[in-house]
Nanobody, 114 residues
Framework: QVWLEESGGGLVQAGGSLRLSCRAS????????INWYRQAPGNERELVAT???????NYADTVKGRFTISRDNANKRVYLQMNSLKPEDTAVYYC????????WGPGTQVTVSS
């Protein structure tokens, strides 16, 4: 059974940085696409960043140039490095794997204070 677990969220001041980690129960080299989504209160879940098995990446316009997604196959992890954080980045961040019909982690809270 595939599961995902996020970590690394927390409270940070505007302009600060956080690195989120998504740990998988299986080798992530078996997963073609892994995404980071986020959902703020009252908003729909939105796609933030995507990475494929051959390290192609894609970002939402709102985070382009500030966030970087990467994968560490040896440690079964995908990271989201978030720099120059803004209050509007406040949300629960979720890891999603395109395998077995789609697998979600439970999420990690990121709060950016102004």
């Amino acid at each position: 059974q595939v599961w995902l677990e996020e970590s690394g969220g927390g409270l940070v001041q505007a302009g600060g940085s956080l690195r989120l980690s998504c740990r998988a129960s299986i080798s992530i080299s078996r997963i073609n696409t892994i995404n980071w989504y986020r959902q703020a209160p009252g908003n729909e879940r939105e796609l933030v960043a995507t990475i494929t098995a051959n390290d192609n990446t894609n970002y939402a316009d709102t985070v382009k140039g500030r966030f970087t997604i990467s994968r560490d196959n040896a440690n079964k992890r995908v990271y989201l490095q978030m720099n120059s954080l803004k209050p509007e980045d406040t949300a629960v961040y979720y890891c999603h794997a395109k395998i077995d019909g789609g697998v979600w982690g439970p999420g990690t809270q990121v709060t950016v204070s102004s």
